[in-house]
T-cell receptor, first 114, second 109 residues
Framework: DAGVIQSPRHEVTEMGQEVTLRCKPISGHNSLFWYRQTMMRGLELLIYFNNNVPIDDSGMPEDRFSAKMPNASFSTLKIQPSEPRDSAVYFC????????????FGPGTRLTVL | EDQVTQSPEALRLQEGESSSLNCSYTVSGLRGLFWYRQDPGKGPEFLFTLYSAGEEKEKERLKATLTKKESFLHITAPKPEDSATYLCAAGGGADGLTFGKGTHLIIQP
């Protein structure tokens, strides 16, 4: 099993640019989660999908953030325009059936916005 | 609102010195209490799930226990390779998991 796959692993961009983060969940998992991790706030849930449908996006900071899951094997998190305060590590995780089942995390994308 | 609080924030131990990490939670209808290990530059790695008060699970030098308000991660005779950040998360209702901020554990040789 390849586990959760995220790309890119590192992204450095300038303020105002569009950033797209990608995630491939574990095959057969029905729920997918996007988290942001910072030293100050720890792991914060941004949004999660169940069967490709967004269920809770109350953690998305503002309208600059958007997420899609066009099929069961792919999801994107987009930030447009990016700002320096968006710098963080973004994790994708998936779980098998219920959103509170064990979640398995990807390696993360470290985003730096200059 | 679900809340998870971990203590201490950081812990430094000598190799072989046993200790416990604490996770206090307030969750409506707990579906599971999860422990993860996170190494620098990596994603959280799943360790244990506990479902009901009184349950215990073990893996090598780690043992997790659960009460109605807290969970403990006991580390027995730790080794330097046990150094990591340990995260606790609680699952309740349909809102996914709520994570604590973690305990940064350092085991000195």
């Amino acid at each position: 099993d390849a586990g959760v796959i995220q790309s890119p692993r590192h992204e450095v961009t300038e303020m105002g640019q569009e950033v797209t983060l990608r995630c491939k969940p574990i095959s057969g998992h029905n729920s997918l989660f996007w988290y942001r991790q910072t030293m100050m706030r720890g792991l914060e849930l941004l949004i999660y999908f169940n069967n490709n449908v967004p269920i809770d996006d109350s953690g998305m900071p503002e309208d600059r953030f958007s997420a899609k899951m066009p099929n069961a094997s792919f999801s994107t998190l987009k930030i447009q325009p990016s700002e320096p305060r968006d710098s963080a590590v973004y994790f994708c995780a998936s779980s098998s059936i219920h959103p509170t089942d064990t979640q398995y995390f990807g390696p993360g994308t470290r985003l730096t916005v200059l | 609102e679900d809340q998870v609080t971990q203590s201490p924030e950081a812990l430094r131990l000598q190799e072989g010195e046993s200790s416990s990490l604490n996770c206090s939670y307030t969750v409506s209808g707990l579906r599971g209490l999860f422990w993860y290990r996170q190494d620098p530059g990596k994603g959280p790695e799943f360790l244990f799930t506990l479902y009901s008060a009184g349950e215990e699970k073990e893996k090598e030098r780690l043992k997790a226990t659960l009460t109605k308000k807290e969970s403990f991660l006991h580390i027995t005779a730790p080794k330097p390779e046990d150094s990591a950040t340990y995260l606790c998360a609680a699952g309740g209702g349909a809102d996914g998991l709520t994570f604590g901020k973690g305990t940064h554990l350092i085991i000195q040789p």
